[in-house]
């Protein structure tokens, strides 16, 4: 550790406060558990603002209502991302394109499972529908069913009135089929299924608050499905909440687990660390080549294997594997296709289609935080970056502010001067941020980024750079748990596995996913009891799902006052 022992005093000087010429501050984040174990019984309900469905969401449950049905889809725009999320309930506003784009989708669906007689039956659940008579029958029960999965409840008695209404003046004026299309894309456009509405009173409880709004159980129905599966609920599920099966504590528990053993858990985990942790940045157009490949490993498809990989990865050690938030930055298990093979020097399958499960080398990789993906989307295309390692480990991994640079700094990636001999990366910039007024917060920074300087742009090991060996020397600061000096990117995964600190970041993380809003003052008692639950059960993700389903603040929402 030969340079960073020597400028450590000035580190741990630096960063225990603010320097001029870092704009904004450093928010520590979670540096100490959210409320105390004094109000670990208390129950005060933070807002429940009404959430329209994400675009993934909203894609998921259109797939399941037409199962078997792949037609060529517009794009939808772009959900405005808060904090890494898509699903802010605040930023999910409608647009007019949205709003087009949804008729459009509805309209290609409708389309496919109209299309012939045969289409017809299966998609209204009719054995006839020739005479007047059983059209208006087939139409009766059409609504009712289709509507229940539509609006994630029965249909209220105006509503199935108002449905089969428009149903016989379509087909009068025009012919069956299209008064089935036409009504299933009014019921695909109506705000019940567009928007998660819980405007149902099923009863007053009483919280430390003062008086709550207890959910119905088709409202309870769907907070449990976009938890858990990130989209509507299933066939068990309806009729669980139609039996009253949801009222309690443990028939919420019975049922999450029975979820969680569903395919569909395992995407939606693996979704939720594709926000929280920034997967898809590798696919942005700037990381689609390298500057340094002489052996062509960044093939082609690198870039959409490395985000596949983390994704099958998530889904694996969550379910297959130990389960663990700790186990996602120590586990050496990947899924490797020709491609990543190459780039992680392993033997792997020889087509890039094909993938194998693999152990990675263990004075090499160790978690989520050593693969190719999050190494080379925060890299440049000619050289690794530190500061943007760094800041993606303040920012993502332990929940603080992004710091801004000031106006006038030099954003470029460093290059040698001529004439100067061999330098590494390192030295290039450590030579760029050496002045006081960078090092109020690139100490902090680099201490964090300077750890991965075993892997260059492509996320490569290296022990050698530019003929010098590395230096992967650093310092970890701000967790208050594990603070100090660490020797590169695998001691660095061990001691973040660890931590406290990250373990509530990735609560408050969960909460702000499940809510689809940041965690407000009145959610004090719940997040601090959430994460020491997530604490005792060893940081088990799936254990903390079930945590959230089973405190009372999930079957309720706030009394708004008129």
Not at 196 to 206: D, K, N
């Amino acid at each position: 550790m030969r340079r960073w022992k020597q400028a450590l005093p000035v580190a741990l000087a630096l960063t225990a406060g603010s320097a001029a010429g870092c704009q904004g501050s450093l928010d520590r984040g979670p540096a100490a558990p959210i409320g105390s174990s004094l109000c670990a019984d208390e129950v005060v309900l933070g807002t429940a603002p009404m959430r329209r469905l994400s675009n993934v969401e909203y894609l998921r449950t259109m797939s399941i209502l037409f199962e078997g049905s792949a037609p060529a889809l517009p794009s939808l725009p772009d959900d405005a991302e808060v904090i890494g999320f898509e699903n802010d309930a605040r930023s999910l506003g409608p647009t007019d394109v949205g709003v087009a784009r949804w008729e459009e989708i509805a309209f290609r669906y409708t389309t496919e499972a109209t299309r012939d007689e045969a289409a017809l039956r299966a998609f209204t659940g009719c054995a006839a529908f020739a005479s007047d008579a059983e059209a208006r029958a087939c139409a009766t029960s059409f609504i009712a069913r289709f509507g229940l999965l539509t609006h994630r409840r029965p249909l209220e008695a105006e509503e199935q009135t108002r449905f089969e209404s428009f149903f016989e003046s379509q087909r009068v004026a025009i012919d069956f089929a299209a008064a089935v299309q036409l009504t299933a894309m009014a019921m695909l456009q109506a705000p019940p299924f567009l928007y998660r509405l819980e405007i149902e009173s099923e009863a007053t409880e009483s919280t430390t608050a003062g008086p709550a709004i207890a959910l119905t159980q088709y409202e309870l129905a769907s907070r449990l499905s976009f938890l858990l599966w990130g989209t509507m609920p299933d066939e068990a599920l309806f009729a669980t909440a139609q039996a009253g099966g949801l009222d309690d504590a443990d028939a919420l528990e019975a049922e999450a687990r029975r979820m969680l053993d569903d395919p569909r858990a395992r995407d939606l985990v693996a979704d939720f660390h594709r926000q929280w942790l920034d997967f898809d940045r590798i696919l942005d157009p700037e990381h689609g080549s390298r500057a340094h490949d002489d052996e062509g490993l960044f093939a082609p498809d690198a870039q959409q294997s490395a985000h596949e990989e983390l994704g099958r990865f998530v889904g694996a050690e969550i379910f297959d594997g130990e389960g663990t938030l700790a186990s996602l930055f120590t586990s050496r298990r990947a899924f490797v296709n020709s491609t990543l093979a190459g780039l992680y020097g392993v033997e792997g399958p020889s087509s890039p289609t094909e993938w194998r499960e693999v152990t990675l080398p263990e004075d090499e990789r160790a978690g989520l935080l050593t693969r190719i993906g999050p190494l080379a989307s925060h890299a440049h295309p000619g050289n690794s970056s530190p500061p943007l390692r760094g800041v993606y480990l303040m920012e993502r991994v332990m929940c603080e502010q992004r710091p801004s640079p000031p106006p006038d700094a030099d954003l470029s990636p460093p290059v040698a001067m001529p004439g100067s001999g061999p330098q590494t990366n390192r030295d290039l910039f450590e030579q760029r941020t050496s002045p006081s007024t960078c090092q109020g917060c690139h100490a902090r920074i680099d201490g964090l980024g300077f750890v991965f300087e075993n892997y260059d742009e492509r996320g490569v090991f290296r022990d050698v750079d530019n003929t010098l060996p590395v230096d992967a020397t650093g310092l970890i600061t701000g967790t208050g748990d594990v603070d100090g000096e660490v020797d590169g990117a695998i001691e660095l995964s061990e001691r973040l596995a660890e931590s406290g600190h990250v373990q509530r970041c990735a609560t408050q993380r969960w909460f702000r996913f499940a809510n689809g809003r940041a965690p407000e003052d009145a959610d004090a008692c719940h997040v601090s009891s959430l994460e020491r639950r997530f604490v005792r059960s060893g940081g088990d993700i799936r254990e903390l799902l079930v945590s959230m389903v089973t405190r009372p603040e999930f079957r309720l929402r706030p009394m708004v006052s008129e």
